[in-house]
């Protein structure tokens, strides 16, 4: 997939997604969420995939079920019941099916942003005529996440010295303020100089921009980006309106 | 070198795109919402059918987009460069002071921050920006990329009426909750059947036992956890602009215009 | 570029920030502006950069005049505004922290290079000739690959500079330059800054000392006090500066330090460290012994051993990244040593807690951000948790100490650079420690600061408390410190008594 532009991967996950959520089958979706995992094997993500994923899913799937199967009073197949618990065979299908599209969603997008060269995109972007503005934010977020850690992790270091720590709820907010003021004063102080040399290295420049190192988009795949977006479009259309399904 | 030096002496006005687009993104998201109310689905056994979660999902994402299409080109660099820092206090907080303090979200300081800085439009475009960058790590929170906006956007209204002080920060968190909860309940109704968490997804369920249809239930369960948590969060926002010193807090369009009319009076 | 400033005052300001200013730059020269903290540098920095006033609300009086055009200010509260765009093709401008410079949204040097030619609208072609060339000219070619987040401080200046330099402006605006860089990275930065007029850039150095190579070039002089300039031309300017704040060489302290005690205040007994790999660092390890066998990391402290006693003051240097920080952290007990023992007053620093040592011992970090957070001074000095909360009487001592009392109430923020470490000081000093651990105190202050620095370290010594230093400011660490612990990269450092 890292040879791809970077624009047909989204296009291709953003499509997947669509069919997946508006066929709403849980057969397709079942398909939808392996095809990813074996994709991401392929790719050699295939256990950082399943660990992000996990993590997004698992509050999620207890939400459905508790919402959909523990309290269902319309099934007819009851399967267990104790005082306000009822649980039924039907619950259970709607719980799983709205989990497996889920799943699926959540596995294609992971597994396009795990598999995507992040510069690239942000490039391709750039080259499209997106605003300036957006891929630098988008950037910038991406790189201020490290920083961030190691600005939290000084902090941490040296208000240590000045009395952190102790018991009960005065303590806990005494050694957050402590910790969340001076990050927020330093992170805000630095965005505000950052911005004065960005504007100095002429941020965000005008309509003549030009790239540095670009990515190649080439017509065969701008074409399959095309195609596959009509595809998805038609059959979401299809399959989403009421009398289509 | 015959180019000048200095740019023209009027500022050039806000061409029709950046008025037109954000209108037009926010009716698209009250449409969907209309629509999705009015024509609410009835739940057949076997499920709910498809086109509301398309529906959700499509016209939420695409009225947020819109609405950053036409604000971002219009943003001072100043604020800008501000917005990576606000996305990255909302993850960064949150887990910090949610983890040592309460058992809420507090997803949104960063953004409401932003909104107390930079004023609405900014505001809104750090939500949607938020949902976007970080739908790389949890694509479930793209499609609440609208209500993220009208959680910025609150903010920046809020921060003009002087929500600054502590106490009315908590009645404009309280207000944008409520607000943002409505918006938000039919992506967590219909694009995933449930909520993102377990302790909500048991009062939805609560709900559900007495009666209610999936939408109510979950606007319900939105009503009492969304106020608590953006009155924290806004709350926590305000005091962090107290502390900003003066000369860093009028870097930012709000507070600068605010002393301007401060020194005028 | 030619500056007439007749004065400039910030919105809601009481003083003009900086009046009476005339400044001509000529191609290839180097002009060395020298003044203290709060004397008018980075005003007149953000004049000649096109930034102030813009539309900040600053009133200039005054007429500038650039590339063949005029730009008149009439001092009014529309002042005209310059178009960065246009300006920014004449004049580059580098601030000190050099980090904030690089936009830190590319993964490599060679694209952070082209940033400003890609906004500039350059073609592609053209812009790997200009990269590649100032490549060459500069010699940064083993740099062009490296991911700008994991420079050191002095590689980060020199990729700043050359971004600036590769959009060829003629003038190049560089403020402290060579501030907190060892003496091998000051060194290349200054045979840069060479290059570059070299081929015909007009240089202008804004700095609070004239100790190093740069001042000594300069054609030029200017010397600023409260935002008037007091002195022009390298002579007078030399002659002017120590009152103006401004360091210069050879200013010793007035007496001589008294001789130390016997007892040891810090001891560091064959001590070793290893970074950690990087691959897998592990989260939360602030304080954790690690088997080094086991790790496996690159060395950076083998076997270090010496002591520093009562009523003395040590100073550690070496060239960065040898592990002087580390080594002043572990005072603390925030990085455990490998191997070996660090004994702060009789305690053992791998086994007591953070909050015990810090009863007995100081730290002042290199950077003042991580530290503050108060909304005033005075709040600032005095926090501390509930039991451990400095005495008032000390408390005024440390502001009075650290010359603070008149800023008291005013948030740290709003302090210039060396009033702000000054703070960061005051609350080391306000709990009284009976160890102090320094790491670069010197970086950032001026002339007076440095003054204050050095009596605060005279009446600790004198008080009988044991002082440990990181300086690359050797003059500093001869005139005010006992003797020098020298370490150096992976070599053992041994108690190389020296100095006084």
Same mark, same amino acid.
């Given at each position: 997939m890292t040879a791809l532009h970077p624009f047909t991967g989204l296009a291709l996950a953003a499509s997947t997604v669509a069919v997946t959520l508006a066929a709403n089958r849980w057969w397709l979706s079942l398909a939808v969420a392996a095809a990813a995992l074996a994709a991401a094997a392929l790719a050699g993500t295939a256990r950082r995939l399943a660990a992000l994923a996990a993590a997004v899913l698992a509050p999620l799937w207890l939400s459905q079920l508790m919402v959909?199967?523990? %309290?269902?009073?319309? @099934?007819?197949?009851?399967?267990f019941a104790a005082g306000p618990v009822r649980l039924t065979a039907e619950g259970l299908a709607a719980a799983g099916g709205l989990g497996l599209r889920t799943a699926a969603f959540v596995l294609v997008v992971l597994l396009y942003s795990l598999t995507v060269d992040r510069a690239a995109l942000i490039r391709a972007l750039d080259a499209a005529g997106v605003p300036a503005q957006f891929g630098y934010i988008v950037a910038a977020t991406l790189a201020l996440v490290p920083a961030t850690a190691d600005r939290l992790r000084a902090i941490g270091q040296a208000q240590a010295i000045r009395g952190t720590g102790g018991r009960g709820a005065a303590a806990r907010l005494r050694s957050a303020r402590l910790r969340a003021v001076p990050l927020v004063l330093a992170s805000i102080q630095d965005a505000a100089e950052r911005s004065v040399h960005l504007q100095l290295r002429g %941020?965000? @420049?005008?309509?003549?921009r030009t790239q540095y190192r670009s990515v190649a988009f080439p017509r065969s795949e701008r074409v399959l980006c095309v195609l596959v977006l009509s595809a998805a479009a038609a059959a979401v259309v299809f399959l989403a309106l009421p009398w289509g399904a | 070198m015959s180019t000048s030096l200095t740019l023209p002496a009027t500022g050039g006005a806000t061409p029709l795109r950046a008025r037109l687009l954000p209108l037009l993104g926010a009716a698209l998201i009250a449409a969907t919402y209309l629509m999705l109310v009015l024509l609410q689905p009835t739940e057949a056994a076997a499920g709910l059918a498809s086109w509301p979660a398309v529906t959700a999902f499509a016209g939420y994402l695409a009225g947020a987009v819109l609405l950053l299409a036409g604000v971002l080109p219009q943003l001072p660099t100043t604020v800008v460069a501000l917005i990576p820092v606000g996305l990255v206090l909302n993850i960064v907080l949150g887990q910090f002071v949610g983890s040592t303090l309460v058992? !809420?979200? !507090?997803?949104s300081i960063g953004t409401v921050l932003v909104g107390f800085l930079a004023g609405r439009s900014a505001g809104a475009a750090t939500g949607v920006l938020g949902s976007l960058v970080w739908s790389l790590f949890n694509?479930?929170? !793209?499609?609440f990329a609208a209500g993220a906006a009208v959680i910025g956007l609150l903010a920046g209204s809020a921060a003009r009426l002087g929500a600054l002080r502590p106490y009315v920060a908590v009645v404009a968190g309280i207000i944008t909750g409520i607000v943002a909860g409505v918006v938000s309940a039919p992506v967590a109704a219909?694009?995933?059947?449930?909520?993102?968490?377990a302790a909500t997804g048991a009062i939805v369920a609560m709900f559900r036992a007495m009666g209610d249809s999936l939408l109510a239930s979950v606007t319900k369960q939105a009503l009492i956890s969304d106020p608590a948590d953006k009155a924290v969060a806004f709350l926590v926002a305000s005091l962090l602009v107290l502390a900003l010193p003066r000369r860093i807090r009028l870097q930012f369009p709000l507070p600068a215009r605010a002393a301007a009319r401060r020194a005028k009076a | 570029m030619e500056l007439r400033i007749n004065s400039y005052r910030y919105p809601?300001?009481?003083?003009? /920030?900086?009046?009476g200013l005339r400044l001509s730059v000529p191609p290839g020269s180097l002009t060395v502006v020298a003044g203290g903290a709060g004397s008018g540098k980075s005003t007149l920095a953000g004049i000649m950069a096109g930034y102030l006033p813009g539309r900040t609300g600053g009133r200039l009086d005054g007429s500038i005049r650039l590339a063949g055009q005029s730009v008149e200010y009439d001092? #009014? #509260?529309e002042p005209p505004v310059v178009d960065l765009r246009q300006w920014t093709r004449h004049v580059a401008y580098v601030p000190q922290d050099a980090r904030s410079y690089l936009?830190?949204?590319?993964?490599t040097v060679a694209e952070e290079l082209a940033f400003g030619l890609e906004n500039a609208g350059v073609p592609q072609p053209q812009m790997e000739a200009r990269i590649a060339d100032a490549a060459a000219r500069l010699q940064l070619g083993s740099l062009l &690959? +490296?991911?700008?987040?994991?420079?050191?401080g002095g590689q980060e200046r020199l990729v700043a500079i050359a971004a600036a330099a590769v959009c060829g402006a003629g003038v190049l605006v560089l403020d402290e330059?060579? /501030? =907190?860089?060892d003496a091998a990275a000051a060194a290349r930065v200054a045979g840069t800054i060479g290059r570059l007029r070299a081929a015909g850039t007009a240089v202008v150095v804004l700095t609070?000392?004239?100790?190093? /190579?740069?001042a000594a070039d300069a054609g030029q002089a200017l010397l600023l006090r409260d935002g008037v300039p007091v002195a022009d031309g390298p002579d007078a300017v030399h002659r002017h500066a120590a009152k103006a704040g401004v360091v210069v060489p050879g200013? =010793?302290?007035?007496a001589a330090l008294p001789a130390p005690r016997a007892a040891a205040a810090l001891e560091y007994r064959g001590v070793r460290y290893s970074y950690p790999e990087p691959a897998r660092? *592990?989260?939360? +390890?602030? +304080?954790g012994r690690r088997d080094a066998a086991q790790d #496996? =990391? &690159?060395?950076?402290? /083998?076997?270090v051993s010496f002591t520093v006693a009562a009523g003395e003051c040590v100073a550690l240097t070496g *060239?960065?990244?040898?592990g002087k920080t580390t080594l002043l952290k572990m005072a603390l007990g925030l990085i455990r040593p490998d191997g070996g023992i660090v004994r702060v007053a009789g305690l053992d620093a791998a086994a007591a807690a953070v909050g015990e040592l810090a009863s007995v011992a100081g730290l002042l970090f290199q950077n003042p951000a991580d530290q503050l957070f108060e909304r005033t001074v005075r709040r600032e000095v005095s926090f501390g948790p509930p039991r451990s909360r400095p005495a008032p009487d000390a408390v005024g001592e440390a502001l009075e100490a650290c010359g603070l009392s008149a800023v008291a109430?005013?948030?740290?923020?709003?302090?210039?650079a060396s009033q702000r470490r000054l703070v960061a000081l005051a609350t080391v000093l306000a709990r009284r420690p009976r160890v102090l651990v320094l790491d670069e *105190?010197?970086?950032?202050?001026d002339g007076h600061g440095r003054a204050l620095l050095g009596r605060i370290l005279a009446d600790a010594v004198a008080r009988g408390a044991g002082v440990l230093l990181s300086t690359h400011d050797l003059e500093f660490a001869r005139s005010h410190c006992h003797r020098a612990v020298a370490l150096g990269a992976g070599v053992p450092a041994a108690g190389s008594g020296g100095g006084r």
């Open positions: 959909h199967a523990l %309290f269902d009073r319309a @099934g007819s197949r009851e399967l %941020f965000p @420049g005008g309509r003549n | 058992p !809420l979200y !507090l997803d694509p479930t929170v !793209l499609p219909f694009v995933y059947g449930g909520t993102s968490g | 809601d300001a009481a003083r003009l /920030a900086l009046s001092g #009014g #509260g936009s830190m949204i590319r993964s &690959q +490296r991911d700008p987040a994991r420079l050191s330059p060579l /501030a =907190g860089l609070h000392t004239l100790v190093d /190579a740069l200013a =010793g302290p007035e660092r *592990p989260r939360r +390890r602030l +304080r #496996g =990391g &690159q060395p950076l402290l /083998a076997d *060239p960065n990244g040898t109430d005013v948030h740290p923020y709003e302090l210039p *105190p010197t970086v950032s202050l």
